[in-house]
C-alpha cells in the first residue's frame, strides 16, 4: 500500500515537473521548435545514407531494407524514451555543476526521482521520436510481424527495457561525476559508437564487436534481439535464443547496479561552486 | 535538548597538488600526488530551539562546509551532527521537510516561470496542506510584498525581489530550522533591512530556529544574540554580540575639538592616535582610566569646543580578529 502511494506520488510528482517543463519549452517557441528540427534532420540524414547505400544491394546477408530500418526504429525509439525520463541522468555534471543537485538534496523526495522529474529535453524527445515513428510505421507493417496482443506486450516492455539500459550507461559515467571526474566526453565516445555499431544487424561484425554489444555495452539488446524476436532471421542461430527475451532483464539488473554504485558514490559528492571552503 | 548539535564535525578534502609547466602538468596526470585539506577540522557547538545565530569568518574559513553538513548536502569525514535528534545525512529526507535553506548566490526558483509556480511545486514536494500553505503565502507576501511580483518570471525581477522570493520559498512549509547562506548578499540598504526585519519577525512569531552566515556585520548585529566566529576550519569565538564587544571592544575613541592647539597632552591609559591643530583623537582603554574621568579632566584644564565619543564598531573587531590583531585563545597569546 505503501509502496503504491508511492508510486502514485512519484507519478504525479513527474506531471507537475513536466508541466512546468512544457511552460518553458513553450516561452521559447522558435528556438525550441528549430531545435528540433534540426535534432530531426540530423538523424533522419543518418537513415538516409544508410537507405541510400543499401538500395543499391537487394540485401545483405538476408536483411532487407525494411528490416534493417525497422531494426533502427528500435534504437530512435529507445531513445526517445530514454530522453522522457532521463534527460537528468544524461545531463548530470550540468546538473552537479549548476548547483541544482545541492537543491536536490536538500529536498525531501528521492534523489533519483528528482532527476527523473527535473529536467526534459522536448527536443531530443520528439526529435528522436518522430523518427523513430516514420520508420516503425513504415517497416512495421511491411516486414510481416502479426501484431497479436502478445507482440505488442513484447515490444512494449521491450521498448522500456532498452531505454533502461541507455538510462544505466548514462548512469554509470554521472558516477565519476561524484569524484569529481568529467567523463562526458569518453562516454558519449563509447556511448555514441555502440549506438551506431547497434544500427546495423551484429551478425555483421567481427566476434570480438558483437560480443561487446552484448556484453559490454549491451546495445545489442537495445536493437538486434528485438528485432530478431519479430523477424527471426535464420541466423539466430548463432545467438542462444534466450537473449530475445533479456532486454527487461538485462535493463533492470543493470540499472541495479549502477544504482547501487551510483548511491555509493553520492558519499564522495564534494558539491560545487565554493563548496571547497 | 538543543534543536542542532555539531560534535567533533570534521571534513577533509584530497587535493591534487598540480605542478608548473606542461611537464608538471603531465606528471601530475601519471602520478597524481595529493595533499589532504581539512576544510573543517572539528568544530562541536550546539544551537537550542529559537536561537539566532550569526555563523560568521573570513573567505575560506569553512562556514559554507559546515553548512552544507549540517543541512546533509556533505556527508562530514568524521564527526555526529544531530538536527531536532536526526543525522542529515543518513536521514536525509526526513531532515529536509524540517529544515529551509536560502542560497544569497544562487536561487532555487524557476528562472523563466512565475514566482507563483515555484511556489505551487514546493507545496506540492512539501506536502503542505492548503490551510497552512495560503496561510504562509499570505503573511509572506504582505511582509515581503511579493504579490506585485508574483506573476512575472523570476529572471525580469530585481535581486531584491528575488531574494525575498527564495526566502519565502524556503519558508512555506514551515521548517524548524532556516540556514541562510548571505541572504543580503549584494542588496541595498533598504532591501537589507527589510529582509532583516522579516526575519527577526518570523523567528518571534514562529520560533524558527536561524542559523545565518554573512559578511555583513549588520546582519547579525542587528538579527542575532549569538556569533561563532570560525576560521581556518576551527571556532574561535563562540558566544554573544554583547560579549565580543566587552572583551575586544574595551576601549573608546574619543575626538576633542580645542579652542587653540595644545602640546603634549598625556594622560594615564589615553593614547594620542591622531593630532591635526586643534583637533585631536585619543584612544582610551576603558580598564585604565573612565571616559567621564578623561572629558571632566579635559574640560577642566583645557579650553574645549566639542567633544564626541565613539564606541568601536563591531566591525572593526571582527576586522581585528581576521587579521590577528586580537587573539582570541589567551592561552596562547
Known amino acids: 500500500m505503501k509502496l503504491l502511494n508511492n508510486t502514485f506520488d512519484t507519478i504525479r510528482l513527474f506531471a507537475r515537473f513536466t508541466k512546468l517543463n512544457l511552460k518553458i519549452t513553450l516561452e521559447y517557441k522558435l528556438d525550441r521548435t528549430l531545435t528540433f528540427f534540426a535534432i530531426f534532420c540530423r538523424e533522419s540524414v543518418n537513415v538516409l545514407v544508410i537507405y541510400f547505400i543499401l538500395k543499391k544491394f537487394i540485401s545483405i546477408k538476408g536483411w532487407e531494407m525494411n528490416e534493417m530500418l525497422f531494426l533502427y526504429s528500435f534504437l530512435f525509439l529507445s531513445y526517445s524514451l530514454f530522453v522522457a525520463f532521463f534527460t537528468g541522468i544524461r545531463e548530470f555534471d550540468s546538473v552537479i555543476y549548476s548547483g541544482e543537485f545541492d537543491r536536490l538534496l536538500i529536498r525531501p523526495v528521492g534523489l533519483l526521482t528528482q532527476i527523473i522529474c527535473a529536467r ?122 534466450g537473449f530475445l527475451y533479456m532486454t527487461p532483464i538485462v535493463g533492470v539488473a543493470m540499472f541495479a547496479l549502477v544504482y547501487m554504485l551510483w548511491k555509493n558514490g553520492l558519499k564522495h559528492y564534494s558539491s560545487s561552486g565554493t563548496s571547497m571552503y | 535538548m538543543a534543536f542542532i548539535k555539531s560534535e567533533n564535525l570534521v571534513k577533509e578534502y584530497k587535493i591534487n597538488v598540480k605542478k608548473k609547466g606542461l611537464l608538471g602538468a603531465i606528471n601530475s596526470l601519471l602520478i597524481p600526488e595529493y595533499k589532504i585539506k581539512k576544510a573543517v577540522d572539528n568544530i562541536s557547538f550546539s544551537i537550542e530551539k529559537g536561537e539566532m545565530v550569526g555563523f560568521i569568518g573570513p573567505n575560506g574559513a569553512g562556514k559554507s562546509t559546515t553548512v ?142 536561524m542559523l545565518f552566515t554573512t559578511h555583513d556585520m549588520q546582519d547579525i548585529e542587528k538579527t542575532c544574540n549569538r556569533m561563532i566566529i570560525i576560521d581556518n576550519g576551527t571556532i574561535i569565538y563562540d558566544g554573544s554580540i554583547h560579549e565580543i564587544k566587552h572583551r575586544f571592544g574595551n576601549y573608546r575613541i574619543v575626538e576633542v575639538e580645542f579652542q587653540k592647539e595644545y602640546k603634549n597632552l598625556s594622560f594615564a591609559g589615553v593614547k594620542l592616535i591622531n593630532s591635526d591643530g586643534n583637533r585631536k583623537k585619543f584612544k582610551v582603554d576603558q580598564t585604565l582610566m573612565q571616559v567621564t574621568n578623561l572629558i571632566n579632566e579635559l574640560t577642566q584644564k583645557y579650553e574645549v569646543q566639542d567633544i564626541t565619543i565613539q564606541e568601536p564598531e563591531i566591525e572593526q573587531i571582527i576586522r581585528d580578529i581576521y587579521q590577528g590583531g586580537i587573539c582570541l585563545d589567551k592561552n596562547v597569546c
Open chain 2, 68 to 209: 552544507k553538513m549540517l543541512t546533509g548536502i556533505l556527508v562530514p569525514s568524521s564527526g555526529e551532527i544531530s538536527i531536532g535528534g536526526l543525522s542529515p545525512y543518513k536521514n536525509r529526507k526526513a531532515v529536509a521537510s524540517k529544515i529551509g535553506v536560502v542560497f544569497g548566490q544562487r536561487t532555487q526558483l524557476w528562472w523563466d516561470l512565475p514566482v507563483i509556480d515555484t511556489f505551487d511545486l514546493l507545496k506540492f514536494i512539501y506536502k503542505i496542506p492548503d490551510k497552512e500553505y495560503k496561510k504562509n503565502l499570505d503573511m509572506f507576501s504582505e511582509l515581503l510584498e511579493i504579490h506585485k511580483f508574483m506573476n512575472q518570471p523570476v529572471r525580469q525581477l530585481s535581486l531584491g525581489q528575488r531574494m525575498r522570493a527564495d526566502i519565502a520559498a524556503s519558508m512555506l512549509h514551515n521548517p524548524e530550522m532556516v540556514f541562510f547562506d548571505e541572504p543580503t548578499i549584494g542588496l541595498d540598504v533598504v532591501a537589507k533591512e527589510r529582509i532583516r526585519e522579516f526575519i527577526k519577525y518570523i523567528n518571534a512569531e514562529k520560533g524558527t530556529t
Open chain 1, 120 to 241: 526534459m529535453d522536448h527536443c531530443a524527445f520528439l526529435g528522436h521520436g518522430a523518427v523513430g515513428l516514420i520508420l516503425f510505421i513504415k517497416t512495421s507493417t511491411s516486414v510481416g510481424i502479426q501484431w497479436t496482443p502478445t507482440n505488442i506486450l513484447y515490444y512494449i516492455v521491450t521498448l522500456v527495457g532498452a531505454a533502461i539500459i541507455q538510462a544505466s550507461l548514462f548512469m554509470l559515467s554521472s558516477c565519476f561525476n561524484f569524484w569529481a571526474i568529467r567523463t562526458t566526453n569518453l562516454r558519449n565516445m563509447i556511448f555514441f559508437n555502440s549506438r551506431r555499431f547497434a544500427g546495423y544487424p551484429i551478425s555483421f561484425y567481427p566476434a570480438l564487436i558483437q560480443n561487446l554489444l552484448i556484453y559490454v555495452t549491451p546495445f545489442a539488446f537495445v536493437s538486434y534481439f528485438p528485432a530478431q524476436y519479430f523477424l527471426r532471421k535464420p541466423e539466430l542461430s548463432l545467438f542462444w535464443d
